[in-house]
């Protein structure tokens, strides 16, 4: 079953699928880098994600982080990344951006100790920054075809529009990559009866159905998920959750027919009774610039998932 | 000593050192709201954001919440505003009546949804923050003080210098009738024997030997390598070796005094004196878990320099070399390296200290503060949710 | 160029600065010669620690050597494990 819009419209990147949107990403590799890469943000007009970790953890904690950053700054709707980081920390700034490097994207580097401090790393971020958002403006959208996207969908609880979703993408070109909350793992082959291949937070996708492994739950399943390269994600929350978007990418929210969802039925994006189809057509056009609830809202969260125990 | 320490007397008999006005969202999707409703009335209302997104019957619910309601009930701040999702909010309503706190509640289902939270959240908070009088500041005795002790971005002057010297502070401090908390497991471990010494019971000092010992328990249970971890990259580059290197100067910020108790995470001490608490090493946790449960100031000890400060508490940070005052030095309230170059002595920074502790808990803003570096995080210990 | 000991039982101690090879380091009136690049913070060994041995540090053991260690030579994570974790 294929959508009425046969195209979508994109920001063509070098090397990566499409862009749904256009974004400088700065991203802080520890908790005490948020406040300077938020100070830069706002200062350029770019994007940030405000966290409490990137120190402290331990053994596969460290390597899923490192992974988790090095995903989103990869992820199609990240036009350049500015990484800032402190020096000291467990989930080191200068490792991310080798491991950015090594898949061909030079990123700059931010060091709040290297700089001599707060007000030295903001201007620094700022000087290295905005000349990368001012090369935004030039930015022009060119149709691309639906086999551009990679939708992204997580589950926080069943609903029959799942399997629909993702055989509905997939007949369209797409491909797909899906994480569900550990609770639901017994019925993954129900929500998702579609061949499909397993992998790490932080791993681009090339089947067409993926299923991103120890992605967490909750919100920290949109950041497994868009570490992994989704321009956009559909996202299933159970009842008892509010709809929740992301700060990198559209997350259209479809409303269960219960409990809080009954409440807050302007804050989803798709209703309880829409079908697949409907679903991704609202999908296509929250790709080509139509934007969500959540971020009409400016409203984003970020949790990233977790394995261990903090040290 | 010659600051006065002045405060604000609470109406349950409690001192606080900060006046603030603070927004507590209960679900990570309600941090903006707070924040935005906290930016559209005031900006030095304090709004918190974290990860928390509350899921049901989850390890972590109980300690999450000791979180946030300490930071809610903490005697620093004078007016709450809580956001939730729905009965959510029904507990900590219910602490801030009991602690006579001014608060008023916004809760998402019964406003119907976002747009209608974010009104009513800025209108509460309105009306919360014209009607609220910042109280005069008294007296208070040093019994008001409770002191978070921390170490971050350690390097191998730490034990030397600058912990050493906080320790001093304590000790003066737990002598004339405040308290102390002394944190972060991890870096005790190693330390642990000396520290029991020093319980006021037996039974105490077994307490501190089973914390550690449990701690010890969960990451072989894990069976994780450590590499890369404990000692931190930045504790290696400076010139830290092990755990039990990094742990026997870590427990300096304790001083040499009678240590009094051991505390769960969040738990408030139940007397003054000198107590050590169950956190992880994670900087923003351990002074999370602190301030929850009553710090009301912390003193902050950094051999490589980090900028984080608290959403609610004056933190005082202190270097452990003159090279980092001197490179980052807007990061750093009291240099310590002065003991190295032999300009000062132990004593005299150990009392430079506490004077600052005293001058900042009586209004003189911290330089963390000045910049608004508020991090807060949940503490999470089981976070597969079992 | 001084050494830093923090208690009479350690057998190594803190580099005040950086010190090269070649430099001689003062503990008190002693000399040590330094045979490796030490820098500011880290630890010198001030006696020959044989492999397996305790290296004691505030009087107390911070880990045991993984080699051989001459007097002079820096004591950091090439040739230091702990005892107490993995």
Redesign the interface.
Known sequence: MSTQIALLSGYARQGRRPGARNHVFVLPSVVCSTKVSRDVADAIGAITVSHQHGCGHIGPDITQARGLFVGLACNPNVAHTLVVSLGCETVQGRHVVAELEHRGFPTPLIGIQDAGGYAAAVQAGIEVGRPLVDGLDHAQRTPVGLDALTLGVTVSREDHRVGALITAALADGAQVVVAVDPALEAQLDNLVPHEHVDVTVGEPVTAPVSVVRNAGAGAQLLAATASCGPQIIVDFPSSDQPPQGFPLLPVLSVAAGDGLHAALSEDFDVDALASASDILAVAAETFSGALTRAEQRHSASFAIPRLLRTM | MTTELLGYLRPNGSWGFRDHVLVVPLHSALCDVAEESALAVDPDIVSLRHDWDNPAGHGDAERAHRVLHGFATNANVGAVLVLGLGPDTHSLAAALTANSTEHAVVRLDEAGGFARMRAMAEEELRRLHAAHVTPERQPAPWSALCLGLECGGSDAFSGITANPALGVASDLLVEGGGTSILAETTELLGAEHLLAQRAVTAEIGQQIIDMVRRFERDVARHGVDLIGSQPAPGNIVGGLSTIEEKSLGAARKGGTGPISGVLDFAEPPSTTGLFIMDTPGQDIEQMSGMVAAGANIVGFTTGRGTPTGSPIAPCLKISTNSDVAQRLPDLIDINAGTIIDGSATLEEVGAQILEAVIAAASGRLTKSELRRNREFAISRVRPMGV | MRL?L?DSRDNVA?A?ENLVPGAVAMLGDTGIEILDAI?????VALQPIPNGAD?I??G????STTVDVAIGQH???HN???????
């Open positions: 830093i923090l803190a005040a820098p500011r913070g880290h630890k290296v540090r505030y107390e053991v911070i880990g004591v950091h994570v230091i494990v702990s005892k107490r974790l993995p």
